[in-house]
């Protein structure tokens, strides 16, 4: 279930009412139940699945915990590692990688039959796994002491706020909200009510209003590219994709509260970033932190020189860019951006050594701004011809007449958000009016949900993030 | 004291979405009609549909169907040529499709109305598609337990579903779409020009030598006919007029004739000019309407009068 869409809300009304009436052991309980259902409620043929790789892990932790043999301990972290990399590989880079061969071989001269087959991407299988591993490595490695409660880490793999897209829990922020009872608490209760009204804002106001800029200028319905039309599909996407997965974010992180429960920040006004190594501080923090300390760190890091550092850099961001997707569009995407931090490393450009003045922070800002965009253009399109020959619009300098109506639209519904992170940045709040007087948190949560009435498409169109 | 400001924020937050929520759906039914032309003229087409009643004296003629219909028909004109004791009324609802109106007119007979004949019109494309309006018709078309019905027809996800139970139930989740409408007008310059770009083509029409495509057309007639006879209600398939008749109009207007749909008697073999239709070749435009009632309002006329003499 969407969550966008009423049903999720009587399903996470009846969940909240009766998990307060509940101790802390029958909260679990029911929480778990709800997940599953959740789960099962997008496509019950995949509950099976994730039941067995939770205790498939579930069981590998205490064996590396108990375990005295050092070999046998790596033997099941490298166990648990792969069979969940398996699963995620299977379903969903086998077509991939399958056909990328197959091309391959043929553009080679050999005759290959090609057998694709019709494998099921489970939903929030990239996230979930991802969870999993983070858990497997830090109880390895001693971080954390491994869950002797099936139902406890079954619920920290599979709390349905963040199961479906994140955001990626650390075992060691979760699991011992998990394991200690929670209390209700008005404060954390009522910001989580703010959070799951801002995230409808964000996506069902501005990101669902871009989407429809973005694929028309995308799918060739504003006719032939032209420097326009790259610029209007651009900048329509960035926004998309931004309200889009901040605004699932905050609802996931709001309905979490409602529950007692924290979950990390993911975003923190990314698009005023004034580099790209700021980008990644402030873009899906869950992901790209996961990324640093589970892929970047243990490949080296910047611990072993310059050109190892830069080597490590690029290979974190194209794995990070292929976890997207099983298509070359996401490996380059991650490419890019590996590239970028590489160059940024080299040329010391994101020192914090030095203080900038506002003209050259806004002006590192709409350079950084526009690298961004330059990149969401290959995390969209659908293949790579279909990138290249929509960029090759940058040559053809004749605007359109559509050009200017749309660009009015993509204003009227990107300014407001932009404002909002302005706004949020400069008072350092996770959304805005957190810190105001009850009046105008009250006043605010009421134009934010009038305006996702006025706005809501009529059709669910689906969280981008959902698909990985 | 910081506790009791807590719980008193948490409280106010709680009445705040719950007042939002009541005045949009109480703006949504009583306000939407006033503001949204469309939404005005749905309003009162589907209360005068829903109150048909024929008698001997006053026999009644319904005409359902989307922009089609709304193009291509002068309602006007078709009276004017309706035999004595006869009354035509048209309820229309844009970018709908056979499984809108099958639960549609399911919905207006069940809910009382008893027009003594019930005219359908879509293109042989819109017949075949399994395409819903979704909560739009659950809230205007279906009842509680066909929007569930339809949306299983259509092949919904059980989120979808239970979306068209919430736009039965609700008018501001059912009327979104009008109510984006509205708010886009307002808040949007060049609203309009905006949703010509977006509206996008029709795509390409389901080949009608297809043995599958003729099954679905003959079961979808098959299971109108049965649901207008349950009522004692004789149905007709109105061919909306195309530039020049194609085969899969031909086909559509055969297949229902031959399941007790008449059908045939209104297909015009006569062309018509480049004027007749708006920029897409697929709406009718003024002059059009004017040329295509003044051949449906007799047709409507000859059949009638031999079927009820």
Redesign the interface.
Same mark, same amino acid.
């Given at each position: %279930? @969407?969550f966008d869409?009423?049903?999720y809300f009587i399903f996470l009304l009846a969940i909240v009412s009766a998990y307060w009436t509940l101790r802390h052991r029958g909260q679990n309980i029911l929480l778990l139940a709800g997940s599953y259902f959740f789960y099962g409620?997008w496509d019950w043929r995949f509950l099976a699945l994730m039941a067995g790789s939770t205790l498939a892990d579930f069981l590998f932790a205490k064996h590396i915990s108990s375990s005295t043999s050092a070999s046998k301990r790596k033997l099941a972290l490298g166990l648990s590692i792969g069979l969940n990399l398996a699963f995620l590989g299977y379903f969903k880079y086998f077509n991939f990688f399958a056909d990328s061969l197959h091309t391959l071989l043929s553009s080679l001269g050999f005759e290959v039959s090609q057998r694709v087959l019709e494998i099921i991407l489970p939903p929030g299988i990239s996230f979930y796994t991802f969870q999993a591993i983070a858990y497997m490595v830090d109880v390895y490695s001693g971080r954390i002491r491994p869950s002797n409660n099936l139902i406890e880490y079954a619920l920290f793999i599979s709390f349905f706020p963040h199961l479906i897209a994140g955001p990626i829990q650390r075992p060691d922020h979760l699991l011992p909200q998990v394991e200690q009872p929670r209390r209700l608490?008005? +404060?954390q @209760?009522?910001n989580g009510?703010?959070l799951i #009204?801002t995230g409808l804002f964000r996506k069902c106001v501005i990101a669902d209003q871009c989407a #429809?800029i973005a694929n &028309?200028a995308f799918s060739g +319905?504003?006719g032939p590219t032209n420097i326009g039309t790259v610029a209007l599909g651009a900048y329509a996407f960035a926004w998309q994709i931004y309200g889009d997965f901040s605004g699932y974010s905050n609802i996931a992180r709001g309905s979490a509260q409602l529950f007692g429960f924290h979950f990390m920040v993911n975003f923190k006004q990314p698009y005023l970033s004034t580099s790209i190594r700021d980008f990644w501080r402030r873009w899906h923090i869950s992901l790209s932190s996961w990324l640093r300390d589970y892929l970047y760190v243990p490949l080296g890091g910047n611990r072993h020189g310059e050109q190892k550092t830069y080597r490590n850099l690029f290979l974190t961001m194209l794995i990070g860019g292929l976890w997207h997707g099983a298509n070359w569009t996401f490996v380059l995407w991650g490419a890019l951006h590996g590239a970028w931090l590489a160059v940024e490393r080299f040329f010391d450009f994101d020192s914090d050594r030095v203080q900038h003045g506002i003209a050259k922070q806004w002006f590192k800002r709409f350079i950084i701004f526009h690298l961004v965009c330059l990149a969401w253009v290959f995390f969209r399109a659908p293949t790579m011809g279909a990138a290249a020959s929509f960029l090759g619009g940058l040559t053809t300098w004749n605007i359109s007449e559509?050009f200017y109506?749309?660009f /009015? %639209?993509l204003s009227?519904f990107s300014i407001p958000m932009f404002g909002l992170d302005l706004l949020e940045n400069r008072r350092s709040e996770e959304f805005l009016t957190e810190k105001s007087s +009850?009046v105008i948190? *009250?006043v605010f949560? &009421?134009v934010l /949900?009038?305006a996702v *009435?006025? @706005?809501?498409?009529?059709?669910?169109a689906a969280f981008i993030y959902f698909q990985f | 004291m910081k506790s009791h400001i807590s719980f008193h924020r948490c409280l106010a937050l709680l009445v705040c979405i719950v007042l939002t929520l009541g005045v949009s759906e109480f703006s949504a039914r009583y306000l939407i009609p006033r503001f949204s032309s469309i939404e005005g003229r749905v309003a009162v087409e589907r209360e005068q549909a829903r109150s048909i009643h024929s008698s001997l004296q006053h026999r009644q003629l319904l005409i359902v169907g989307n922009s089609l219909l709304e193009a291509s028909v002068q309602l006007t004109s078709i009276n004017a040529a309706m035999p004595p004791g006869w009354h035509a009324k048209r309820f229309v609802i844009e970018n709908t499709a056979f499984l809108d109106w099958y639960f549609g007119i399911k919905g207006l007979l069940e809910s009382g109305a008893r027009p003594d004949v019930m005219a359908l019109m879509l293109s042989p494309k819109q017949l075949i598609t399994n395409n819903l309006r979704g909560t739009y018709s659950a809230y205007h078309l279906f009842s509680a337990a066909d929007s569930l019905r339809a949306g299983l027809m259509a092949g919904y996800h059980p989120t979808e579903i239970s979306g068209l139970l919430i736009g039965h139930i609700s008018a501001a989740y059912g009327l979104r779409t009008e109510i984006r409408s509205v708010a886009m007008q307002r808040v949007v310059p060049n609203a309009e020009v905006i949703a010509n770009i977006f509206k996008g083509g029709r795509g390409s029409e389901f080949d009608w030598a297809d043995s599958n495509i003729r099954h679905i057309a003959e079961a979808r007639f098959e299971s109108l006919q049965a649901l207008c006879k349950q009522y004692q209600v004789q149905c007709i398939f109105l061919p909306p007029a195309e530039p020049e008749i194609t085969d899969h109009a031909l086909a559509a207007s055969h297949i229902a004739t031959a399941h007790g749909l008449e059908s045939d008697h209104f297909l015009f073999s006569e062309p018509y000019s480049t004027g007749d239709f708006q920029a897409d070749r697929f709406h009718m435009s003024q002059q059009g309407a004017k040329a295509y009632s003044a051949k449906l309002g007799p047709a409507l006329a000859s059949w009638l009068t031999h079927q009820f003499q």
């Open positions: %279930m @969407f869409t009423p049903i409620w608490d008005a +404060t @209760f009522s009510l703010m #009204l #429809l &028309a +319905t504003l559509n109506p749309l /009015l %639209m009227v +009850t948190q *009250v949560g &009421a /949900l009038f *009435v006025l @706005f809501s498409a009529n059709s669910s | -």
